[in-house]
């Protein structure tokens, strides 16, 4: 369960305050994986980073009763000067993990090659992804929050992902950011749309997108 009590976060935009979230009210509840749309400049990344704790709101709180991963996809989640392998280490010994473990996992996962050995700051933007993918994987969240990475690779890792991810949605929700519409039909059972500050919950992934597509026009 995420729940938002009274989630208020404004930006100041040429002088004035821009609302991206306002007085939301709303509890998620846990078994679903979700969509979340919304036009460019809504506030999906910022939601996001509220929800992992990475950024303040202005006003309110968000409760939930398990454990949330970072945003995975979104700059800052590893660190640039750091190989692969050691940000790998870093992660594990924050969240309590089995260092060697994770290690394995990730790069099996990633598959990276010598690259995993290398300073991040050296990868493509594709083979950041899929460390940030394979090490968020790696650890068991209740709540995985996934920003435009699962895409990443050719055909035959992005299927490894996707068997990967549903293997996890098993025991464990997500919130994910795609702008590819068919990306979230094949990764997500059900949507949230941000607009205007407020969030709307959809059982049915098909109507939630109908509204995005209107609210883009």
Same mark, same amino acid.
């Given at each position: 369960? %995420?729940? &938002?009590?009274?989630?208020? =976060?404004?930006?100041?935009? #040429?002088? *004035? ?7 939301? #009210? ?15 400049? !809504?506030? =999906? ?6 929800? /992992? ?14 454990? %949330?991963?970072?945003?995975? +996809?979104? !700059?800052? /989640? ?13 992660? !594990? ?8 473990? $994770? ?5 099996? &996962? ?5 690259? &995993? ?13 899929? $460390?940030? @993918?394979? $090490?968020?994987?790696?650890?068991? @969240? ?22 990967? &991810?549903?293997?996890?949605? *098993?025991?464990?929700? /997500? ?9 979230? =039909? ?7 749309? $941000?607009?205007? +500050? ?11 997108? /109908?509204?995005? =597509?209107?609210?883009?026009?």
């Amino acid at each position: 369960m %995420i729940r &938002f009590e009274h989630l208020t =976060k404004g930006f100041d935009v #040429n002088g *004035q305050r821009k609302l991206v979230i306002d007085d939301l #009210n709303l509890t998620l509840e846990r078994g679903r994986s979700l969509a979340l749309l919304g036009r460019n400049g !809504a506030g =999906k990344s910022t939601l996001m980073q509220i929800i /992992a704790g990475n950024m303040r709101p202005d006003r309110g709180r968000v409760v939930t009763d398990g454990t %949330i991963s970072w945003p995975v +996809g979104l !700059a800052g /989640a590893v660190h640039p000067n750091l190989t692969g392998a050691q940000n790998v280490r870093f992660i !594990a010994r924050v969240y309590g993990v089995d260092t060697g473990e $994770l290690v394995d996992f990730v790069q099996d &996962f990633a598959q990276l090659g010598a690259h &995993f050995h290398m300073e991040v700051r050296t990868y493509s933007s594709g083979m950041r992804s899929r $460390l940030n @993918f394979g $090490l968020s994987m790696g650890i068991k @969240f209740d709540t995985y929050l996934i920003d435009e990475v699962t895409g990443a690779g050719d055909a035959a890792f992005r299927s490894r992902s996707a068997a990967l &991810f549903q293997d996890r949605m *098993q025991n464990s929700d /997500a919130i994910m950011v795609n702008h590819n519409l068919g990306e979230l =039909k094949e990764y997500c059972n059900a949507a949230i749309v $941000l607009e205007r +500050g407020k969030l709307q919950v959809f059982d049915d992934l098909d109507e939630a997108i /109908a509204l995005h =597509k209107r609210n883009m026009d």
